[in-house]
């Protein structure tokens, strides 16, 4: 099982962004999706994340401007980010845990994070 994040850029004070971050593999079911971002010289921290059962949770930081969800037949996790500021420019990383496959059971997986900087 893999995961790939996707949609980070560069984007100026109050624009938007959608990430996705897509699990390959024989998956049958995955419990949350979450992501995470790293700022420079600051611990990585959570963004926000998603419960098979739509359950978010976010951080206070984003609440309001971010908003998580999931399309479960895809595997993918996605975050849009609306009324982004500087502040928000970090590594993101999504994280899916309680990855079920058809063989085994992934605990915990990363993706391989994706750039997001927001600048004028």
């Known amino acids: 099982v893999q995961l790939q994040a996707s949609g980070g850029g560069l984007v100026q004070p109050g624009g938007s962004l959608r990430l996705s971050c897509v699990a390959s593999?024989?998956?049958?079911?995955?419990?949350?999706m979450g992501w995470y971002r790293q700022a420079p010289g600051k611990e990585r921290e959570l963004a926000a994340s998603?419960?098979?059962?739509?359950?978010?949770n976010y951080a206070d930081s984003v609440k309001g401007r971010f908003t998580i969800s999931r399309d479960n037949a895809k595997n993918t996790a996605y975050l849009q980010m609306n009324n982004l500021t500087p502040e928000d420019t970090a590594v993101y990383y999504c994280?899916?845990?309680?990855?079920?496959?058809?063989?085994?059971?992934?605990?915990?997986?990363w993706g391989k994070g994706t750039l997001v900087t927001v600048s004028s």
């Open positions: 593999g024989s998956i049958v079911s995955i419990n949350v």
């Open positions: 998603i419960t098979r059962r739509d359950i978010t």
């Open positions: 994280n899916f845990n309680g990855i079920v496959t058809r063989t085994t059971i992934v605990r915990d997986l």
